[in-house]
């Protein structure tokens, strides 16, 4: 509102200028389902690189496909992920002497901690008694005593000055949720039947006393992957990442390694239910080859299989890799392309943009030592014109990308979205519009907001064109934003509506270079 004018003089007033700012969101951050050896379950986990995930999660496993993908994500160029441990009737391992204590998360790894029990060193206040709990997971491999059945201590953990006073400011099952990582209290318990006098001290001579009960649980299932969001919130499964901010890439790693018969594999239905997801999320699916793929011709068979409810949303390559497996003296194993793949996704939009495709003589894949199978030319072009992305070696560029189709990409199906590319382009504009216009909401409907949204969406769509995301030699080539009395009619601005119309032309990746020669016939003179 206008100042109010009382005395004569000057008056300094601000007047906004409409500028709002659209950031574009991020594009490559990748979210792994699967099982780990410790952590949070059913719980999204933003990690930076596989330090973290060995911290949280355990690292390396050798019942956890998950864990290898995420090692090569992070490998291949990845930055930024989100880690969903699932389980199957996993279990936490528990102690009730000194205190009702159990692991914070599910696995036998919670049967290596050990609690104790310090009263010397407190900050007692009058009339009050306080004690420490030091927690210590130890390595069941490495004994520091022997006869004693002494394990070595790999992180030790103090809480202190706790007490068992229900009403205390630091009592022990409240503190232990906030400052301890490895231990919390066994929930449920009637307050009547939780200790009401500060627990012995340990003797300094014996060994504390271990959690027992923890237990990995059985291999997945597509069950455990699909979960489900309940009504009371709860949500399991690919449907945690609900309480996650965002993700762009979702890779669904093998249920377990498999044992030569492809038991492993992810099932058809969770493919669909996870397409569904993405393009509900607007993210992108990485879909692995099924283990019985051995040759080009499982592939030209199998591939129709995978063209569930959203192909679009997707896509699939074949085949897969050999890696050296750490756990195993580094020996070749065989492994789902989906980590080195999603790392590739990654690497390409840094240093290109999300508008490159993810595929060429640029796309090295680190660490892999050789493709299960190696396809000629010839074999390509059966697979390719059916979308299915293929994993070549070539002399001098080593193991590449060299496909960048959709499942909808079969040349039959005519798509629009027959490129990743365009499609991963059209998800992070439509992601960033989505978070960047919120402003707009409950704005005066009238042609003073419309050229607000025309003049800050313009602002971010010209931006992308100076960076090369759209085909065309000038702005009105390559993209336009409508929005105006046209496009909004009377009858929407009485429904409340704004109608915003944004178009680009999209970069169409050099799928098939083709070079004519010609002899030239010289001068003949007649």
């Known amino acids: 509102m206008p100042i109010s004018l009382t005395y004569p003089g000057v008056y300094i007033e601000e007047i906004p200028s409409g500028v709002r700012t659209i950031t574009g969101v991020s594009t490559s ?6 099982r780990a050896q410790i952590g949070p379950t059913n719980k999204p986990v933003t990690i930076h690189n596989f330090g973290d995930y060995q911290r949280l999660f355990g690292g390396l496993w050798h019942l956890s496909p998950m864990s290898y993908a995420v090692q090569q994500f992070f490998q291949n160029g990845g930055t930024d992920a989100v880690i969903v441990r699932l389980h199957k009737d996993a279990k936490k391992a528990l102690i009730t002497d000194p205190l009702p204590l159990q692991a914070t998360s599910e696995g036998v790894w919670g049967n290596n901690l050990q609690v104790s029990i310090d009263t010397k060193k407190t900050k007692e206040p009058e009339g009050t008694e306080l004690f420490n709990i030091i927690i210590e997971q130890t390595d069941p491999n490495i004994f520091t005593d022997t006869e004693k059945k002494k394990n070595k201590v790999i992180f030790k953990e103090s809480v202190l000055n706790l007490s068992v006073d229900l009403t205390a400011k630091r009592y022990f099952g409240k503190v232990l949720s906030t400052e301890s990582s490895l231990i ?49 919130g709860n949500k399991t499964g690919m449907w945690a990442l609900d309480n996650t901010d965002i993700f762009n890439l979702l890779c669904i790693p093998p249920y377990t390694f498999t044992d030569g018969t492809g038991e492993g594999d992810v099932t058809e239905d969770t493919w669909d239910e996870a397409q569904v997801y993405c393009q509900e999320k ?24 995978y063209r569930k409810s959203h192909p679009d949303y997707s896509a699939i390559y074949f085949p897969r890799v050999w890696l050296p497996d750490p756990l195993l003296d580094n020996r070749l194993e065989d492994f789902v392309p989906c980590g080195v793949v999603a790392g590739i996704y990654a690497r390409t939009d840094a240093q290109r943009g999300v508008w490159k495709a993810p595929a060429g003589i640029e796309t090295g894949m680190s660490g892999v030592r050789e493709l299960t199978v190696k396809l000629t030319d010839a074999e390509n072009g059966d697979i390719n014109p059916l979308g299915v992305n293929c994993l070549r070696n070539f002399p001098v560029y080593g193991n590449i990308v060299w496909g960048a189709r959709t499942l909808a990409g079969a040349d039959a199906m005519a798509s629009e979205w027959k490129y990743i590319p365009i499609r991963r382009l059209a998800l992070f504009i439509e992601e960033s519009l989505f978070r960047g216009t919120k402003w707009v909401v409950f704005e005066p409907n009238d042609e003073p907001l419309w050229s607000q949204i025309r003049l800050n969406i313009g602002a971010f769509m010209h931006n992308l064109f100076r960076q090369g995301a759209f085909q065309g030699s000038s702005p009105r080539e390559s993209y336009f934003v409508k929005c105006d009395a046209e496009t909004t009619t009377q009858n929407d601005r009485n429904l409340g509506i704004v109608n915003i119309l944004v178009g680009f032309a999209p970069l169409k990746p050099a799928e098939f270079v083709v070079i004519k020669i010609q002899q030239m016939a010289g001068e003949i003179e007649t």
């Open 29 to 34: 951050t990748t979210a792994f389902l699967g």
């Open 282 to 305: 607007r993210a992108f699916l990485i879909v692995d080859p099924p283990y019985s793929w051995k040759k080009p011709a499982d592939a030209i068979t199998g591939v129709d299989a």
């Open 184 to 232: 919390e209290v066994i929930p449920g318990i009637p307050d009547d039947q939780l200790p009401k006098a500060r627990p012995a001290e340990t003797p300094a001579d014996t060994i504390p006393p271990k959690l027992t009960g923890g237990d990995d649980g059985g291999v997945l299932t597509h069950v455990e992957y699909e979960g489900k969001a309940d009504a009371d």
